[in-house]
């Protein structure tokens, strides 16, 4: 079983930035694939960024340039920059581990105020 907690959330003005945290429970985080998606209201979830297990990255075209996502194996943490945020970002935002299972976090509201 595996518990994610997303943190790092909030309210910022168009052009900021956040950085949101994913903190992971148990001793396998290295083996999972770690990927965050977002659930604007009235919008499907979509993805938004992921990690492998060795570092490879990808990202969705709408955020590539300015949001990247990394991870720190000895802290059982994956990031998030957000960097040059528009309101179209504005959305809940989900941490989710692939490896034997998935596992989902319970989302951090940002919200872009333009």
């Known amino acids: 079983q595996v518990q994610l907690v997303e943190s790092g959330g909030g309210l910022v003005q168009a052009g900021g930035s956040l950085r949101l945290s994913c903190a992971a429970s148990?001793?396998?985080?290295?083996?999972?694939?770690m990927a965050w998606y977002r659930q604007a209201p009235g919008k499907q979830r979509e993805f938004v960024a992921s990690?492998?297990?060795?570092?490879?990255?990808s990202c969705a075209d709408s955020v590539k340039g300015r949001f990247t996502i990394s991870r720190d194996n000895a802290k059982n943490t994956v990031y998030l920059q957000m960097n040059s945020l528009k309101p179209e970002d504005t959305a809940v935002y989900y941490c989710?581990?692939?490896?034997?299972?998935?596992?989902w976090g319970q989302g951090t509201q940002v919200t872009v105020s333009s």
């Open positions: 148990g001793s396998i985080f290295r083996a999972f694939v």
């Open positions: 989710a581990a692939y490896g034997p299972a998935s596992y």
């Open positions: 990690i492998t297990t060795d570092g490879s990255t």
